[in-house]
């Protein structure tokens, strides 16, 4: 039973840091090594695991826990484990409270469980199968515990997995950080956006994801990000190097940089800026020139034909994708079917249509519940 029970938190332990939270032990490591150390998430996970098995191992010699209260020795180990990674969602740190609760926790239960231990059950001997079934069902309320107090929240983990992938100047790798998911934070939106703009993907791929923050979602706002490995100051010498000012808006840093600089990468940031904030005049004023051109992105030609159904008058002179333009008279049918009932047209349109920038002018900011 010891060695059951000494393999399977061993297990738990090892797929949990590694598979679940490697990217976040690196953020911590980071920090509280001030940048001087890397983190390696095997190494980490070995290492955690060991410490964590080693803490089992002094407990036991004490409390001598065998048989049917096996696991329980393992509770003090469970702990500490979930605490190591439980970390604000919103500054990325550790909170000393949890510390100060969870050691007289830990001492708390140790004591009890040794006092039950001798009390209870004294010398009594069971079978293999009868020491089982407690040991297990102790083991999955202790990794219960563990998810929950933990940091499991989806953005800021595959926010930290994005971080990774930019340190290793893998953009394209970032761009499928969870490209299925609709969990998104300020951060990970701007390391997406950034990863498109290092790979000329604004114009075509920006509107495939989540873009909550509008233009400003073009900023990486967490100025008080405990490392510089992760943080603003990092993201912006990825972009160029250029901080924008106190108070700036996405929009008024994407323009101020593209006047400055003749960097591609900052003239598409000004463009996604200008859709982002549905500026369609503003937008179009600056895209006349390559209306002719023979590429054409995706979404600029989404917004130019959006622009001439809303401006029949002075439309813009291009000629459309046959494949966009059949799409875009099938968005307007299907939301002329449910005319007056925009809850209705956003949910009948998302399926098919909300990678497109029809569908983000149409309805991003829309509150159903409002």
């Not at 001798?118 to 199968?129: N, Q, V």
């Amino acid at each position: 039973m010891q060695w059951v029970c000494a393999v399977l938190f061993a297990l738990f332990s090892f797929l949990f840091i590694y598979c679940f939270q490697g990217e976040l032990l690196a953020l911590m490591q980071d920090h509280l090594s001030d940048g001087m150390t890397k983190s390696n998430r095997l190494l980490a996970a070995l290492i955690i695991t060991a410490l964590l098995m080693l803490l089992q191992w002094v407990v036991n010699r004490y409390s001598k826990l065998h048989g049917s209260w096996e696991a329980l020795s393992y509770i003090p180990s469970c702990l500490f484990l979930a605490l190591l990674t439980d970390v604000d969602d919103g500054t990325m740190l550790y909170s000393i409270s949890q510390w100060l609760w969870g050691v007289p926790v830990c001492i708390l239960l140790y004591c009890g469980v040794v006092w039950l231990n001798h009390a209870m059950i004294g010398e009594h001997k069971s079978s293999f199968f009868g020491m089982l079934w407690p040991n297990m069902l102790t083991f999955s309320l202790s990794f219960v515990l563990i998810a929950q107090i933990s940091n499991h929240a989806p953005a800021p983990h595959m926010e930290l997995a994005a971080w990774g992938y930019v340190h290793d100047g893998k953009y394209d790798e970032v761009l499928e950080v969870g490209k299925r998911s609709d969990d998104v934070n300020a951060e990970l939106t701007a390391l997406r956006n950034l990863a498109m703009a290092k790979t000329g993907k604004l114009g075509n791929r920006l509107f495939c994801y989540p873009q909550r923050y509008g233009a400003d979602g073009l900023l990486y706002n967490r100025f008080s990000k405990q490392s510089s490995a992760y943080g603003a100051r990092e993201y912006y010498s990825y972009l160029g190097g250029h901080m924008p000012y106190g108070g700036e808006s996405g929009r008024a840093y994407a323009h101020r940089m593209a006047m400055k600089n003749d960097s591609a990468i900052y003239r598409d940031l000004y463009l996604a800026a200008l859709l982002l904030d549905k500026d369609l005049d503003t937008f179009v004023r600056e895209t006349a020139s390559l209306a002719s051109s023979a590429e054409q992105p995706v979404h600029y030609q989404e917004a130019w034909m959006l622009y001439n159904a809303l401006h029949p008058d002075t439309p813009v002179p291009f000629v459309p994708d046959e494949t966009l333009a059949n799409g875009f008279a099938a968005y307007r049918a299907l939301q002329d079917e449910v005319k007056g009932e925009e809850s209705m047209g956003m949910n009948l349109t998302r399926r098919k249509y909300g990678n497109t920038y029809w569908h983000y002018y149409d309805y991003a900011g829309y509150n159903p519940y409002k």
